[in-house]
């Protein structure tokens, strides 16, 4: 990063190769840097940005051009823009975690085995982290700074229409870091377009320990495809909200609108609504009528249509489509059983909601959904790392694998195994 | 499993897909089974073993008898052999089991947001697990029960010499599953030698979740090369021991001593021997002639070979080896610092272990090496997943992600999230 210039004349495997050989050497002074020394270089970059907001603006302005020249699609512009508030809240991030408590170093209680020995556990991070994003400049920021804080070194790739201003960013962090003592190449943004250094960066596995990719489907499937590394994927979110039988109406009501509409583009929106039979009558026409007059198309099964105006047939594939738009399937279901028996089948393993004042079903419901979010009289937009108290959120993972769901600073770490005895020995 | 005879002549590949898709179909099933069920099963499958006790060592001389005519090695033999105290390990295994708690379901402490909803943990299982493995038939009924008791549905593919033996084992876990009731797809063993059913598991990413090899480093580097499964590696075992200035000598002698004597074959036995230049005069040559004694061929550096009679170099290559063997590598450094950089440098990241009576050095030690287990005072031959309390372990994990060091039941879970609220909505 110290060097962009000269980097992106040579060759793009050498340099990711140079890369993932700083950010290794980097990292055992980092897993233990001072809780101090992190805030404060976390606190200097949000400085620095706040101070560069004119150049992170006017280097934005041109990629927002460039992309403009080529071609873009509204809401790809959308991502790609910034403006004072998104600039505001990019520092306002980092000042987050900052504040949030350092999860290195800490120590489980230790448990005393018969051989006298003392186990226990201490979280350290997980080494060098990989982050491959598209058009959002502000992942630099996000991803930079739930790094730093847990400890890890990390090399972001992002999109090449956001190249400007990445680097801008990248050069606020660049200071950030020096003014805090921390090594420079802590954090390491790739400056080529190449697609060369995202293949030798999915393949260094002896330098990079996790791979991070935030995006689209087709991202996340040819890095899943191409990586040795170990990756944390963020699939659909094919999210289902089933209001069992004898809901209260009202919250029935308010869950399902509010997972559907809060936002149609986050992956932790309703795309299938599934009702108890005994309540359908009671609750579609009513709820219906107000997604209708909201704008959202209705996909409902043959018993739906029976009973909502204008609602169009749903189809097999319906049942298996996040839309991340405003449309909506909904199926009548006879029981908690088959709502589950649905999600089983057709469920990504996201995020699924039930509305229910019946114990038993809800304990039934919870158990048996297999999704890294499970909620009960809850909406499913809350999908969401500030929503679960983490702070921030590098991504939502839908690996069972090392960690599911919103992931922030813990979930970029580990733990290792500290041993203590008094000279023991194994008999 | 009940079909062992027509199984063996199908395609192979057919097979394997076949005992996925039977895998994930009972793995919901599994997931909610009450810890009764799954203890009763384990009984139930201990006592098969100890009362088929007969059938088993007759199945093993079958082949012991085939593989002593293709030539096998006497450890290789010593590995596939049963024995009475063997079959008796194995079903004590299996009580072990059933007598720890159940992790699955427990749920953490709810966390309460400002959105007023409760965000909790609940423990799960990962959901189908392949487990390869080589020689030892007791591996069949070690990861069945881990597997077993955690809720996961199992995959088994021993190796092609111990194919009566593990059938024979098989059998009586099919007895117990069926006996509590669970589903007899939940452990299943791949009853072909062929290699192409291993290729076949390894990429069958809708059905299993992970895959655990156990074995020498060639079975787990084939298998991470070609699996496209997440694989939870078990990798070499360079551990140190590093004797620091001041430590008290008695403790130094008998942690070193048992580290590398304690079983040379073991992962955590002890490969190289660092020690301050304060303490080699004193410890190397009363600690080196206890290990001439006992059979343990010596390879020092300059300055030991100055010390230690009897004494050959240590080349280069010496310190990135793992012996397995009674060998021992040694050398003599200025001070914890330099050892900490010798074990980042040459270590695998197992264990690795100080002996010292300074609280600053050994702070330093836990915290900047960089291995699952780190040990101060205690023999680098504890690692181990009984020693550590987890009753017992499936492997040990030299992975960052997912678990680190010895795994046993809870290695084998994940986490869910359970978000409550009262009809909560986003705003």
Redesign the interface.
């Known amino acids: 990063m110290s060097s962009i210039k000269e980097d992106i004349a040579i060759d793009p495997i050498a340099m990711v190769q140079t890369y993932g050989e700083q950010a290794s050497a980097c990292a055992?002074k980092l897993?233990?840097a001072d809780t101090e020394a992190k805030n404060a270089a976390l606190l200097a970059i949000a400085d620095a940005i706040d101070a560069s907001a004119a150049d992170l603006l006017a280097a934005n302005a041109q990629d927002l051009k460039a992309a403009k020249h080529g071609g873009i699609s509204d809401a790809l512009f959308d991502r790609l823009e910034l403006n004072d508030a998104r600039v505001a809240s990019m520092s306002k991030g980092l000042r987050d975690i900052a504040a949030q408590a350092d999860p290195i170093?800490s120590l489980s209680a230790s448990?005393r085995?018969p051989?006298g020995?003392e186990?226990a556990r201490?979280r350290?991070p997980?080494?060098v982290i990989g982050v491959i994003y598209e058009s959002r400049p502000n992942v630099t920021a996000d991803a930079a700074g739930l790094c730093l804080k847990s400890g890890n070194a990390v090399i972001l790739r992002g999109g090449s229409e956001a190249a400007l201003s990445n680097r801008a960013i990248a050069k606020c962090i660049t200071q950030g870091l020096q003014s805090a003592g921390l090594p420079q190449h802590a954090v390491q943004l790739i400056a080529t377009t190449d697609r060369e250094a995202v293949s030798a960066l999915l393949k260094m596995e002896e330098h990079v320990?996790?791979i991070i990719p935030r995006g689209g489907r087709g991202l996340i499937e040819r890095i899943s495809q191409d990586a040795k590394v170990?990756v944390i994927k963020h699939l659909d979110g094919i999210c289902h909200v089933y209001v069992d039988a004898g809901a209260?109406k009202?919250?029935?009501m308010?869950?399902a609108?509010?997972s559907k509409t809060?936002r149609y583009g986050i992956c932790g929106s309703m795309e299938t609504l599934l009702v108890a039979e005994t309540e359908a009558a009671s609750l579609l026409p009513e709820l219906c009528e107000k997604f209708l007059a909201h704008g959202v198309e209705l996909r409902g099964c043959v018993k739906t249509q029976a009973l909502v105006q204008g609602a169009n047939k749903a189809t097999e594939e319906d049942w298996s489509t996040e839309y991340l738009g405003p449309i909506l399937s909904i199926k009548i279901v006879a029981d908690v059983s088959e709502a589950i028996d649905h999600i089983?089948q057709y469920g990504s393993g996201h995020t699924d909601a039930i509305?229910t004042s019946n114990i038993e079903r809800s304990r039934l419901f919870?158990?048996?959904v297999?999704?890294?979010?499970?909620?009960?009289?809850?909406?499913t937009?809350?999908?969401d790392g500030a929503?679960?108290?983490l702070g921030a959120e590098i991504g939502i993972s839908t690996?069972?694998?090392?960690v599911?769901?919103?992931v922030g600073t813990l979930g970029l770490t580990?733990?290792?195994?500290?041993?203590?005895?008094?000279?023991?020995?194994?008999l």
């Open positions: 055992a897993a233990s170093g448990e085995q051989s020995l186990i201490m350290v997980l080494g320990d996790v170990p209260d009202e919250k029935a308010a869950v609108f509010n809060y089983a509305v919870v158990r048996q297999d999704s890294s979010s499970v909620m009960v009289n809850a909406a937009c809350f999908a929503q679960y108290g690996n069972k694998m090392h599911r769901g919103p580990t733990e290792k195994y500290v041993v203590t005895g008094e000279g023991t020995i194994r």
